[in-house]
């Protein structure tokens, strides 16, 4: 006769929490994918391990304003990857120095230039931290 009683509704919780931290997981992914993924004006970094490098054969600064020095001359940064694909630019390597106003994009910018103008040596110049 027991079989003919009512029983009581049981909620099970334990799917319940798989299906809230699915939620959480997914929500927390679509988040980081909302943030938008651009270059922010930092400055550039210091360096506890610089060391002195020999000068490099070739000298990329970036100036304040954003433009490009290549031995004291401003170029763009078509003139650059031109310049390098005149040299043997596979040997060449490549110090850019910045200053603390560059941008992250415009550091990128510059390394991009260089690498379509085939060079595979590229350092970037930072003073010790203790030097200011």
Known sequence: ????????????IIPMIDIMLFLLVFFAMLTLRMI????HVT??????T?????PPKLLVEIAPDGSLLVENHPVTA?????LLRQRESSKTSVTIAGNQTASLQQ???VIDAIRNGGATEIGLATRTANAK
Do not use: W
């Open 78 to 82: 078509v003139q650059l990857t031109a």
């Open 50 to 54: 610089a060391i002195t490098m020999p």
């Open 107 to 109: 550091v990128m910018e």
């Open 36 to 39: 938008p993924t651009s270059g």
């Open 1 to 12: 006769m027991r079989y003919l009683d009512t029983r009581k509704a049981r909620i099970e």
């Open 43 to 48: 400055k550039l970094p210091t360096s506890s």
